[in-house]
């Protein structure tokens, strides 16, 4: 059984980093592609970074390039979601999401994505 769980949310001022982590079990970690994902109230679900296991290519939304970074420690089986000059507007409830899928690309977009954690909040103030 393939689980995913998120850890790292908090409140922060603008300017500010958190980093997010998602640990996995259940899942042939070496292959595949894991996405995060927010969605802040009132909006739908949107894709913010990607990475492919097996090379470590990454993919970013226009968004948060330049400020977030996602990485993985194969060790540890987690993919890491670091976030910088956090601003209001990255409120949310963060996702992270796997899939054994690899069609060539591992852009955070929703149909990809099969397996899903529970989600941690990030809260960002002015």
């Known amino acids: 059984q393939v689980q995913l769980a998120e850890s790292g949310g908090g409140s922060v001022q603008a300017g500010g980093s958190l980093r997010l982590s998602c640990v996995i079990s259940?899942?042939?970690?070496?292959?595949?592609?894991v996405g995060w994902f927010r969605q802040a109230p009132r909006n739908e679900r949107e894709g913010v970074a990607g990475?492919?296991?097996?090379?470590?290519?990454?993919y970013y939304t226009d968004s948060v390039k330049g400020r977030f970074t996602i990485s993985q420690d194969n060790a540890k089986r987690t993919v890491y979601l670091q976030m910088n000059s956090l601003q209001p507007e990255d409120t949310a409830m963060y996702y992270c999401a796997a899939s054994f899928r690899y069609p060539g690309s591992c852009y955070p977009t929703e149909s990809l994505y099969r397996y899903w954690g529970q989600g941690t909040q990030v809260t960002v103030s002015s």
């Open positions: 990475i492919y296991l097996s090379s470590g290519t990454t």
């Open positions: 259940g899942y042939t970690y070496s292959s595949g592609c």
